[in-house]
């Protein structure tokens, strides 16, 4: 199999305050992550690219000092949003590709987070 | 720029009433096309990859297709818990961390 998790499941916060949001590899070891975001009615919206043991790399529009990435392990990876705002709500969800996969692995994705900034 | 289109935007269809779902797409060097279901509320569940013209692949009632403009799944005799929302994405490029871009998807309602 190839399951990954995100904690929590859904957030409220106060706007001004970070929140941290985890993703997991639970069967196999992740190089690549990657964090998405997606609005009511869209599809999903790629934010950046999280490489275990080196900087992420970030879409163009997505600020880097507000959607902070780490990808300390093989297995997990964290997104922290940083004085999140109302419009900083929406649904996060992350992907994970095998380390042991090639160039045509394919993305497994997460059940997702939905943040909700009062 | 990589262009991923889908269509129809929303599919209803009574059980048993068989149909497709289209994926456009423009993309110099694809790399893999993708299909997921997901699920109001949660992360997109992988149904199929296709890597080259004429390819197909098949999982229960759903068969993907793919030719080098576009991509088919086929729903064959469809029940009420095959409605969700299906997703198709492309790949190009030629290094591991190559990203995926998403069609808006097809919302599909089966109802019995």
């Known amino acids: 199999g190839a399951v990954v998790s995100q904690h929590p499941s859904r957030v409220i916060c106060k706007s001004g305050t970070s929140v941290k949001i985890e993703c997991r590899s639970l069967d196999f070891q992740a190089t690549t992550m990657f964090w998405y975001r997606q609005f009511p009615k869209q599809s999903l919206m790629l934010m950046a690219t999280s490489n275990e043991g080196s900087k992420a790399t970030y879409e163009q529009g997505v600020e880097k000092d507000k959607f902070l990435i780490n990808h300390a392990s093989l297995t997990l990876s964290t997104l922290t949003v940083t004085s999140a705002h109302p419009e900083d709500s929406s649904f996060y969800i992350c992907s994970a590709k095998k380390a042991s996969g090639g160039l045509l692995e394919t993305q497994y994705f997460g059940p997702g987070t939905r943040l909700l900034v009062l | ?112």
Do not use: M
């Open chain 2, 1 to 112: 720029e990589d262009q991923v289109t889908q269509s129809p935007e929303a599919l209803r269809l009574q059980e048993g009433e068989s149909s497709s779902l289209n994926c456009s797409y423009t993309v110099s060097g694809l790399r893999g096309l993708f299909w997921y279901r997901q699920d109001p509320g949660k992360g997109p569940e992988f149904l199929f990859t296709l890597y080259s013209a004429g390819e197909e692949k098949e999982k229960e009632r759903l068969k993907a297709t793919l030719t080098k403009k576009e991509s088919f799944l086929h729903i064959t005799a469809p029940k009420p818990e095959d409605s969700a929302t299906y997703l198709c994405a492309v790949r190009e490029g030629q290094t591991s961390g190559s990203r995926l871009t998403f069609g808006e998807g097809t919302q599909l309602t089966v109802n019995p």
